[in-house]
């Protein structure tokens, strides 16, 4: 243990960096799309059931 305290072994690499911001756009799934619109869907039915429901009753 005392040894590799003594003698740390030293790792040497090459780092690329990638901007972000110069990626393509990327395209719009129609299968993505439908499933944003399932679960806007589905949060509204729920927040209605949960909150508007019982102020109404």
């Not at 590799?4 to 993505?32: C, D, L, M």
Request: glycine share 2%.
């Amino acid at each position: 243990m005392a040894a590799a305290a003594a003698n740390p072994e030293i790792i040497e690499g090459v780092f690329r960096v990638v901007a972000t911001t110069e990626a393509p756009p990327a395209r719009k799934s129609p299968n993505r799309q439908r499933k944003v619109a399932r679960i806007v869907f589905w949060n509204s039915a729920l927040m209605v059931a949960l909150v508007a429901l019982p102020l109404v009753f």
